[in-house]
């Protein structure tokens, strides 16, 4: 009985080791196949998505430079409140526009400037901002029209690919975007 009890044993091991060589064997001798991909041209897969007013205008005065400047945005605009102190006094001034896509940039048509509520004409007004105001890179006042002209390629440093502002519907809340890169 002990002879029959290491036979079977034996057996059991050797059914299992056997076992273990083929499904090592079979691991290593695999041929993979390239999957197929969704977009087969090599070009950077594109992700969108759409952001509301009040997210837009959260980031923009989360990361804008400027203390001063408070930006707000809703289903008539976008609004840019500037509180400044001259000689001791506060000045208040505003901005105010309209966004659209224009390519690769935001351009915001401006539709009233506020500059301390004197009484210039907005022409006057635009024109000295444009003289006065050193914009960072990226973002500039239009020389044709009353606007301010943002370039997109400003955010690839923030999100590791090339932004796209597809369309902006500020009256519907809604901002879409697309982001271009290889994932």
């Known amino acids: 009985m ?49 952001l509301t007013n009040s997210t837009v205008e959260t980031l923009i005065n989360d990361n804008i430079p400027y203390d001063e400047f408070t930006v707000n945005i809703n289903t008539e605009g976008i609004d840019v409140d500037i509180e400044q102190e001259v000689l001791g006094f506060p000045i208040n001034s505003s901005i105010s526009g309209n966004p659209v896509v224009n390519g690769d940039n935001i351009v915001i048509h401006l539709t009233d400037l506020n500059l301390a509520g004197l009484p210039l004409s907005e022409d006057t007004v635009y024109t000295a901002l444009r003289k006065l105001i050193e914009l960072p890179e990226g973002i500039q006042l239009s020389e044709r029209e009353r606007a301010i002209v943002i370039d997109m390629s400003l955010f690839e440093q923030y999100i590791g690919g090339e932004l796209q502002a597809d369309k902006i519907d500020y009256e519907n809340d809604a901002w879409y975007f697309s982001v271009n890169n290889n994932f």
Do not use: C, H, R
């Not at 080791?17 to 064997?25: F, G, S």
């Not at 079979?26 to 977009?39: C, D, I, K, P, R």
């Open 2 to 50: 002990a002879k029959n009890i290491w036979m079977i044993l034996f057996f059991v091991l050797l059914i299992i080791n056997i076992a273990v060589i083929v499904i090592i064997a079979s691991f290593l001798n695999q041929s993979y196949e390239q999957t197929s991909e969704n977009n087969p041209s090599g070009e950077p897969n594109e992700l969108e998505f759409i």
